[in-house]
């Protein structure tokens, strides 16, 4: 089965932002489905837990320049 989880990404203040971490994540093999909320600061991601797990998220998040709180 998927997973899901909610990251809360205080540094996501814009709609580039919110393109740049789409892009990065998406990029991540194993990656379904990446929906940002910039108002609420949230990211929604979907993911094939076999092939990729919360931790590479955040690690590719943190890559380009955004710090990711489990939500
Ligand atoms: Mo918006 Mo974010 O101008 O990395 S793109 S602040």
Redesign the pocket.
């Known amino acids: 089965p998927l997973a899901e989880q909610e990251f809360l990404v205080p540094?996501?203040?814009?709609?580039?932002?919110a393109?740049?971490i789409s892009t990065v994540l998406t990029s991540l093999v194993g990656v379904q489905e990446v929906k940002p909320k910039v108002p609420q600061k949230r990211v929604y991601v979907r993911y094939e837990p076999t092939q990729v797990q919360e931790e590479q998220l955040k690690a590719a998040l943190d890559q380009v320049?955004f710090t990711a709180i489990e939500a």
């Not at 540094?11 to 932002?17: D, L, S």
Request: net charge neutral; aromatic share 0%; glycine share 30%.
């Open positions: 540094g996501m203040v814009c709609e580039g932002c393109s740049k320049g």
